[in-house]
């Protein structure tokens, strides 16, 4: 099973308040396509979580033509790109019911000991994911530039952001940006969204949020007495909060 899709309609708790799916509820689904299709390729939670591995992902990157609206049917597709040691690209397109595009993007997922927390090369947990060919190869996401930021407030990490791998969810850095950026809250829909995760966060965890603009993107920096993640959110019709 070399593309993996699955059907969706974007629910209520999906959607925001203009009947659109949320950022984070686009990358959850990508998330679920991605773990459903390792099942499927028998790298599942057999082979993995119940061995003490976790898959993790570390960076994403996705353009994002329009987004799907309320109660709308999407595809959504997934396939893999060849293994490189430690890490695992995976691309992503997600299509309306007549197969025009909506978005697409790539990711690099990797595998973590869980007691370690130490990342775990391929031959190492003797898991094997087959490269799809066929397909094509999107470009993979890289480091994000920050240039000049400015701090904007603190945050702690809250029990209900947790998720099974006792780190914070990578889904909800998304809401995270949004809240603090507030482009989506005025109805600016996101063209290009990615994400860099340096360093987990556990429960209670407090880091300083950095704001900065580069390139026509919004750039959001977490860090303590080190960095945690790097996020960058483009916008149609602009991004800055005083436009």
């Not at 430690?86 to 299509?95: E, H, M, N």
């Not at 029990?159 to 969810?169: A, K, L, R, T």
Request: charge should be negative; aromatic fraction near 10%; charged fraction near 25%.
């Amino acid at each position: 099973m070399s593309v993996y899709s699955i059907r969706r309609r974007v629910s209520s708790a999906e959607a925001d308040q203009y009947r659109r799916l949320r950022t984070s509820a686009l990358f959850g689904l990508l998330q679920l396509v991605s773990v459903e299709h390792c099942e499927a390729l028998g790298v599942g939670r057999a082979r993995t979580l119940d061995r003490g591995f976790l898959w993790v992902v570390t960076m994403q990157d996705v353009w994002i033509r329009r987004m799907p609206r309320y109660e709308e049917e999407m595809d959504i597709e997934t396939w893999t790109g060849r293994t490189q040691h430690s890490l695992f690209p995976r691309y992503y397109r997600v299509s309306d019911v007549d197969g025009d595009m909506l978005a697409q993007g790539s990711a690099i997922w990797t595998l973590v000991d869980s007691g370690s927390r130490r990342m775990l090369s391929a031959d190492t947990c003797g898991i094997f994911v087959p490269a799809e060919t066929e397909r094509e190869a999107l470009p993979l996401p890289y480091p994000i530039l920050c240039g000049q930021t400015e701090r904007v407030r603190s945050f702690t990490v809250p029990y209900s952001y947790v998720d099974m791998n006792g780190h914070m969810s990578n889904v909800r850095y998304f809401d995270v940006a949004e809240d603090l950026l507030g482009a989506a809250s005025r109805g600016l829909e996101p063209q290009r969204v990615s994400a860099e995760y340096v360093s987990e966060l556990t429960e209670g965890d407090t880091l300083e949020l950095y704001v900065g603009h580069r390139e026509g993107a919004c750039i959001v920096l977490g860090k303590s007495n080190r960095e945690h993640f790097r996020m960058r959110l483009a916008y149609a019709g602009g991004e800055r909060k005083d436009d």
